[in-house]
C-alpha cells in the first residue's frame, strides 16, 4: 500500500552536482523518519543521511558539507542534494521511509524504494 520510487541518479563528473528525490505514494496517514542510504559493488549498505518529520538531519561524517537532505511534507517527497561528488560516492542509493498506516490506523511500516544509480567519474 505504500511506495518509494527515487529518481535524479545519473553520471557526472568529480566536483559535480546532482540532486536526488524519492517520492512516498500510496495509502497511509503519514511519513515520519526519511533517509537515504547507499551500497556499493561488494560493500554493505550504508547510511548517508536522514530527516525527521520535524526536520531535524543527520549525516554520515563523509557527506557533511557536501549533501543536504530536506523534504517536502506536502508532497511525502524527500531530496538529496549532492555537491562537490568525488568517485566514492558512487553506488546505488535507496530511499528508506518509516509510514504510519492509516488502516488499520497507527501501524509503522519499514519501506524501501528500488534504488537510483549514482557515478562519479574521475
Known amino acids: 500500500q505504500v511506495q518509494l520510487v527515487e529518481s535524479g541518479g545519473g553520471l557526472v563528473q568529480t566536483g559535480g552536482s546532482l540532486r536526488l528525490s524519492c517520492a512516498a505514494s500510496?495509502?497511509?496517514?503519514?511519513?515520519?523518519?526519511m533517509a537515504w542510504y547507499r551500497q556499493a559493488p561488494g560493500k554493505q549498505r550504508e547510511l548517508v543521511a536522514s530527516?525527521?518529520?520535524?526536520?531535524?538531519?543527520n549525516y554520515a561524517d563523509s557527506v557533511k558539507g557536501r549533501f543536504t537532505i530536506s523534504r517536502d511534507n506536502a508532497k511525502n517527497t524527500m531530496y538529496l542534494q549532492m555537491n562537490s561528488l568525488r568517485p566514492e560516492d558512487t553506488a546505488v542509493y535507496y530511499c528508506?521511509?518509516?509510514?504510519?498506516?492509516?488502516?488499520?490506523?497507527?501501524?509503522?511500516?519499514?519501506?524501501w524504494g528500488q534504488g537510483t544509480q549514482v557515478t562519479v567519474s574521475s
Open positions: 500510496g495509502t497511509f496517514f503519514s511519513v515520519n523518519a
Open positions: 530527516i525527521t518529520s520535524g526536520g531535524s538531519t
Open positions: 528508506n521511509a518509516i509510514v504510519t498506516t492509516a488502516q488499520p490506523m497507527g501501524v509503522l511500516l519499514d519501506r
